[in-house]
């Protein structure tokens, strides 16, 4: 039931942002087969976040439990972020000859065996390699989804199903900490990876069987038509600088680091800030996903108010997580409640700032034929930077204090508001430079 509202929340979203209804402007698909498509994309995206997610949501329970510390865990995490990265590009080539009925499933049903084999090692070493190969491995997903979903929707109901994804990806993050909240009640932290990768197997399965079905009644086909590539290495880079790309890369590896390896150590953070139990830890965490989601929703309506301009709107989400960590670092591990909902805001505000770049700037070179090479570039630094971080966000955690980590997150989301207002200026000053042109 929670499922079918919240896809059903995704499309709503969408409708908002996209002014358009649940329609379709040629015949491709009847609407049961549109909603089955995304239902089936929705289902497998959200299980890689649960998959992705788990390590995170279960690091506190772990390293009281096993010994490892959280300098060794970062460090799994950080191979996971990296792998994971470099493998958005490599699979995204590689989905354009390989079917998604396989890409997919075999990204979901090795990821989730290795998840579950990683629980059974002892050794840092062995346990770091699993969680490199599970980053490669969840990787296989994104692209091969995006484009089963484009090859057979029209252009304004493949941008409702995309939707659908992101909404996924946060509700596969709360699905992970709830799997570790429970089990961690029990002291039981392998159940959370056992759990987590029977999920992913048993979503592999049934994206195998659902899309062979499809394929031998013939409900999928190619009817996407990309638009011409933009031919020249001196028009291309003229068409990124007209469209402000080097400081939205910028914008982009910022909001990598701190949404992708800040919300890495969120239980680790308040489980040792506040001395709590990690279950409780892990409890409260789950609840960050839904800031995420009102953050989009709010984002979008904040974009609307900014006369559409994407590059104003990440100022202000930008400005928010600065105020937002300035305020944790401020009261210094007191004040509990207020602690933990500026450390949510901040997180949610990142990821609003997420969504401007992957979902409404990108959409700018539509008409380039270069959207996929842009967008896997974009993701790749992003998941590259956050790898980097988050062995750093360690050794400053072990040799200082959590404070100094806080007030470095607003330095870091500072750096990403000034790239944010470069952006808007250069963009501003194009726009009134070809005005004049113009006239």
């Not at 279950?279 to 009102?294: C, D, M, Y």
Request: charged content about 10%; overall charge positive; glycine content about 8%.
């Amino acid at each position: 039931m929670i499922f079918w509202v919240l896809l059903a929340s995704s499309f709503q979203l969408a409708k908002f942002y996209g002014k358009v209804g649940f329609v379709m402007d040629e015949p491709r698909m009847s609407t049961t087969g549109v909603l089955s498509l995304g239902a089936i994309c929705f289902l497998s995206y959200n299980a890689c976040y649960a998959g992705r997610s788990i390590l995170s949501a279960i690091m506190p329970e772990m390293m009281k439990e096993t010994g490892f510390s959280s300098a060794t865990l970062g460090l799994w995490g950080s191979m996971f972020f990296f792998t994971y990265g470099i493998g958005q590009v490599i699979n995204g080539l590689i989905g354009d000859r390989i079917k998604a009925k396989w890409m997919v499933s075999a990204g979901l049903l090795f990821s989730g065996i290795v998840i579950v084999l990683s629980s059974c090692t002892g050794s840092s070493i062995i346990g770091g390699v699993c969680w490199a190969a599970c980053g490669f491995l969840l990787s296989m997903l994104w692209g091969p989804l995006a484009k089963v979903i484009a090859e057979n929707t029209t252009a304004q109901t493949g941008r409702l199903l995309m939707t659908a994804l992101s909404a996924a990806s946060i509700i596969g993050t709360m699905v992970a900490y709830l799997i570790a909240s429970a089990t961690s009640a029990q002291h039981r932290w392998k159940w959370s990876f056992y759990i987590t990768g029977i999920i992913l197997v048993l979503t592999a399965i049934l994206w195998f069987v659902v899309l062979h079905i499809w394929e031998q009644k013939k409900h999928l086909r190619a009817i996407h038509s990309a638009a011409a590539p933009v031919q020249g290495i001196i028009p291309l880079l003229s068409l990124l600088r007209r469209h402000q790309l080097f400081p939205i890369i910028l914008m982009t590896i910022i909001n990598g680091i701190v949404r992708n390896a800040v919300a890495f150590w969120i239980p680790t953070y308040i489980a040792e800030q506040f001395q709590v139990l990690p279950a409780t830890a892990s409890g409260i965490t789950s609840v960050l996903p839904l800031f995420n989601l009102a953050g989009t929703f709010i984002g979008l309506r904040l974009l609307k108010k900014c006369k559409e301009n994407e590059y104003k709107t990440s100022i202000i989400l930008f400005a928010v997580s600065v105020a937002m960590f300035l305020t944790m670092s401020l009261m210094r591990g007191n004040f509990f409640v207020l602690t933990v909902i500026a450390l949510f805001l901040a997180n949610a505000a990142m990821a609003s700032a997420c969504n401007m770049v992957f979902s409404v700037y990108c959409l700018k070179f539509r008409d380039t034929g270069r959207v996929s090479a842009i967008t896997g570039c974009l993701d790749a630094v992003s998941y590259l930077f956050a790898a980097l971080a988050s062995p750093i966000f360690s050794a400053i955690v072990s040799g200082t204090s959590w404070n100094t980590t806080v007030f470095i997150w607003s330095v870091l989301s500072a750096v990403g508001m000034a790239a944010a207002i470069f952006a808007y200026k250069s963009d501003k000053k194009g726009a009134t430079t070809e005005l004049q042109r113009c006239r």
